[in-house]
Nanobody, 122 residues
């Protein structure tokens, strides 16, 4: 009933840039926070950047000053602009919406995207 559709991943050289997009589709009444997580091979999933309730933004220390999260509320879409990419940024990036209210429902759901692979290599 609700999906997060990610795009924009790919292979890039160190120092390069990529922009990820995540669009929420479905019968959505309310989706008030969204964010990005990543999981590198052999590692746990970690938060990269996210909006919080109240409109604040959290960034992982490792991406501060290089990554920027933004959002188009009208399109239920969140973006992640990634600059100065490093090999250690290589991971599958997941979009997350922890509080989604569907039309006609009174229960909030957490939704994850399918993931998009970002590879940083020369």
């Amino acid at each position: 009933q609700v999906q997060l559709v990610e795009s924009g991943g790919g292979l890039v050289q160190p120092g390069g840039s990529l922009r990820l997009s995540c669009a929420a589709t479905g019968s959505i009444a309310e989706i008030n926070v969204m964010g990005w997580y990543r999981q590198a091979p052999g590692k746990e999933r970690e938060m990269v950047a996210r909006f919080t309730i109240g409109g604040f933004i959290n960034y992982a220390d490792s991406v501060k000053g290089r990554f920027t999260i933004s959002r188009d509320h009208a399109r239920n879409t969140v973006y992640l602009q990634m600059n100065s990419l490093k090999p250690e940024d290589t991971a599958v990036y997941y979009c997350n919406a922890p509080r989604v209210l569907l039309t006609g429902s009174n229960r909030f759901l957490e939704v994850w995207g399918q993931g998009t692979l970002v590879s940083v290599s020369s």
